[in-house]
């Protein structure tokens, strides 16, 4: 069974940080093939993506908002990706989730499509304040 639990989120000032935190369990980053995407989905708007890393392929994908302040890594070792955020705006703020791909190859065309994700985290609140 695979879970995902994502941590990290709060309240914070604009041009402030926030690292969030996306703990899986059910696989293991080193001997699985994975790609895991942070979304986001603010008050009245659609859910959006943000950022994927992954071992299916060799490249990390940020959508152009978020390009120069955000910074996805992982931890094989803990089985947990990290999407760093700085200089954060109130246009930020949304309730953000991790999913995770194990079936699909994902690449600059479709990993920003929640279509092709299998499972989901519960999700994370970010509140950015003026």
């Known amino acids: 069974e695979v879970q995902l639990v994502e941590s990290g989120g709060g309240l914070v000032q604009a041009g402030g940080s926030l690292t969030l935190s996306c703990a899986a369990s059910?696989?293991?980053?080193?001997?699985?093939?994975?790609?895991i995407g942070w979304f986001r989905q603010a008050p009245g708007k659609e859910r959006e993506a943000v950022s994927c890393?992954?071992?299916?392929?060799?490249?990390?994908y940020y959508v152009p908002s978020v390009k120069g302040r955000f910074t996805i890594s992982s931890d094989d070792a803990k089985n947990t990706v990290y999407l760093q955020m700085n200089s954060l705006k109130p246009e930020d703020t949304a309730i953000y989730y991790c999913?995770?791909?194990?079936?699909?190859?994902?690449?600059?065309?479709?990993?920003?499509?929640?279509?092709?994700?299998?499972?989901w985290g519960r999700g994370t609140q970010v509140t950015v304040s003026s």
């Open positions: 999913a995770a791909d194990l079936a699909r190859f994902l690449d600059e065309r479709n990993w920003y499509e929640e279509g092709l994700y299998d499972y």
């Open positions: 890393i992954g071992n299916t392929y060799g490249t990390l």
């Open positions: 059910g696989f293991t980053f080193e001997d699985d093939d994975f790609a």
